[in-house]
């Protein structure tokens, strides 16, 4: 079993930037590949971001490609996504999600852990 938790949402301005953090325990964090997803009032959840165990492969939904960025420190059992420019259909709570495998899949319900979720807010 594994637990996460995300950290770093908040309320920031059009254009603006947040860095959120999902950190993991009580498994090898190195085993997962993780994800970010988003769910926005009365839609469904959606795919952000992946990236693989080892860190080598990051995969990006089209709408934030070129702007947010996920990484990961394996050795903090700790994935990261740095999200710039922000707009205001970015708004959402956003979740982090891990697989054991070495696949980053898009599909909400391959995904076993998940964490509380943490709200971001775009607005001016």
């Known amino acids: 079993q594994v637990q996460l938790v995300e950290f770093g949402g908040g309320l920031v301005q059009p254009g603006g930037s947040l860095r959120l953090s999902c950190v993991a325990s009580g498994h090898n964090f190195s085993s997962f590949s993780m994800a970010w997803f988003r769910q926005a009032p009365g839609k469904e959840r959606t795919f952000v971001a992946g990236i693989t165990r080892s860190g080598t492969d990051t995969y990006y939904a089209d709408s934030v490609k070129g702007r947010f960025t996920i990484s990961r420190d394996n050795a903090k059992n700790t994935v990261y996504l740095q999200m710039n420019n922000l707009k205001l259909e970015d708004a959402a709570v956003y979740y982090c999600?891990?697989?054991?495998?070495?696949?980053?899949?898009?599909?909400?319900?391959?995904?076993?852990?998940w964490g509380q979720g943490t709200q971001v807010t775009v607005s001016s």
């Open positions: 999600a891990a697989v054991d495998g070495t696949v980053v899949i898009i599909t909400p319900r391959t995904y076993p852990h």
